[in-house]
T-cell receptor, first 114, second 111 residues
Framework: EAGVAQSPRYKIIEKRQSVAFWCNPI?????LYWYQQILGQGPKLLIQ????????DSQLPKDRFSAERLKGVDSTLKIQPAKLEDSAVYLC????????????FGPGTRLTVT | GENVEQHPSTLSVQEGDSAVIKCTYS??????FPWYKQELGKGPQLIID?????GEKKDQRIAVTLNKTAKHFSLHITETQPEDSAVYFC??????????FGTGTKLQVIP
């Protein structure tokens, strides 16, 4: 089966600019996650969707980050305006449903903010 | 919220030796503990998981143990091979299905 797709793979922007990332999960997976992984650290959950509803966005900096999952399939994560500390890899993952199920990760988008 | 600590941050072993990575968690409601392997430039991939009603699970050269009383769990890799070199993350899934990852262990297997 096809894996989790993400685009773009790399993005370089200047601070205060905006950027958007796209994720297409595995077909049929109800739960979609966005993680931020700063170099040398573990993934940090930004937002978790169950179908098109938000389960957890407690660690999403809502003044600058937004995410949506229209129709409960693919999803976009946006940063506006970007800060230097947003430089990281943004990982998308999906699972059959939330909780005790394997998460399948995409390859990630490496964002560099200069 | 949940706090997951992972040790060591780096680990070097000779090929054929065993490697052990340890994690502790804080939320007693956590009930699912996966381990992920991340190779350079790729997303993490599940290698083994354990649920709170099980104390140990083994899959070929990989095993995981869980001590719920002490709130710690460990990954054991035996007969290590160069292709085991990667970053390994533990994670804990607690209340409201929230997943918290550890800080990672960079494993280097020296041929």
């Amino acid at each position: 089966e096809a894996g989790v797709a993400q685009s773009p793979r790399y993005k370089i922007i200047e601070k205060r600019q905006s950027v958007a990332f796209w994720c297409n999960p595995i077909s049929g997976h109800a739960t979609l996650y966005w993680y931020q992984q700063i170099l040398g650290q573990g993934p940090k959950l930004l937002i978790q969707f169950q179908n098109n509803g938000v389960v957890d966005d407690s660690q999403l900096p809502k003044d600058r980050f937004s995410a949506e999952r229209l129709k409960g399939v693919d999803s976009t994560l946006k940063i506006q305006p970007a800060k230097l500390e947003d430089s990281a890899v943004y990982l998308c993952a999906s699972s059959v449903t939330g909780g005790e199920y394997e998460q399948y990760f995409g390859p990630g988008t490496r964002l560099t903010v200069t | 919220g949940e706090n997951v600590e992972q040790h060591p941050s780096t680990l070097s072993v000779q090929e054929g030796d065993s490697a052990v990575i340890k994690c502790t968690y804080s939320d007693s409601a956590s009930n699912y503990f996966p381990w992920y392997k991340q190779e350079l430039g790729k997303g993490p991939q599940l290698i083994i998981d354990i649920r709170s009603n099980v104390g140990e699970k083994k899959d070929q050269r990989i095993a995981v143990t869980l001590n719920k009383t002490a709130k710690h769990f460990s990954l054991h890799i035996t007969e290590t091979q160069p292709e085991d070199s990667a970053v390994y993350f533990c994670a804990a899934t607690g209340g409201y299905q929230k997943v918290t990852f550890g800080t990672g262990t960079k494993l280097q297997v020296i041929p």
